[in-house]
DNA sequence: GGCGAAACCCCCCGAATGGGGGGCGGCGAT
DNA sequence: ATCGCCGCCCCCCATTCGGGGGGTTTCGCC
């Protein structure tokens, strides 16, 4: 797999995301590179496996954003359809935590600001082998731990601190603890600025 | 004005989003349209009101939700740069007050969410003198008055109802009735919850 | 082994929130 | 001229928030 004189038979794609205009974007930029064979879209999870199932593609590219499902869920399925597909998340605001990418079995991420040239160079390293974590020069990493970030994408639903304690079963007490962790890593003063940053760093659907 | 031969002069096509992504999708889409002469991009408001005034474009595709300034603003000063150019207003999630884009001085709004036809077809319709401010099928005006949206404004901030109230001279209490109300159309019970609708309807930053 | 970081639990407090009630003037439509 | 909507103001109340202490265990790292 590990083809070294990267003439690559032709990579197959899969663009997820539920923006048509990002299918298009993308596929004007790969369709015109010599190695990339085909490169397919889908807008939904369901068909996102569906196809990955099909096409095995070498490279899928899925937002981190998809309707309910978070990215990472959708990276994790789509791998267990076609285990030899390597997935680059793409964040709308450029900030992901790289080891919850890791986690969910990505190969990097990418962000929809970066350019075409980045881009390209990123889906062919993933393509090749290679990990992708760092790339058009978007700060990440604000330091926010796992369960940190669990607790903001729940304050970003509107949850209470207990309905919060509820769903993970914890107590409300604890709940605190995190929220107010967060606030201070994130430099804000209340829930409100929280989820306003939580969406522009990509946690809120 | 439909006939297959309806061969328009070239129309000259500006697309002002952030993402790269999204000028590639447009131009792919665009382009092979015969009646489309070129399609440039730009990715902030300085340099789009710049190309606006070179370019004097026949229809702009202007992203609701650029950095700082609000669609509602660039639309208005792209026009002033160059008024024979018709603003079609992008919206990320779907639904934008028709009356706001008019006031603006938009001639319509696509979503990201539609399909390629669609947007071919408004863009067309605008060039043509239509205004486009139905299509795609996203519901649109949650009935919010125009001191709610000024509130929801705020509270997306992150600022307090004593803030609020300093900051458009009002007493907390009202600054109350105003957020019941907002929660009450929006169908949310709390300010995180409501932060969340106000970014989906285009009204935070 | 020691040390810190994370994650979990408890106490306290003041302030902000969200919902209930009431009433006021203005404005446009019926 | 009466109705409904908007914008504004006041009272009350229980709940929630955010910050301040305190503590435990379980990790991984040096």
Redesign the interface.
Known sequence: MAGAGDKQAGLRVLVVD????????????LDRQSWVERCDGATELDEAVRTAANLQPDVALVDLMLGAESGAEACAEIRAASPRTRVLLIS?AGRVSPSVARAAGASGFIS?????AD?VKAVRMVALGSEVFSGGGAGDEVGLSEREREVLGL??????NKEIAAALYLSPHTVKEHTSAIYRKLG?????????SA?GLGL?A
Do not use: I, P, S, Y
């Open positions: 539920d923006h048509e205009v990002v299918h298009w974007g993308f596929r004007l930029l709308g929809k600001d970066w350019g075409a881009v304050v970003a639903t509107g949850a209470t804000v003063r209340n829930r409100a600025e929280a989820v306003k969406q809120v």
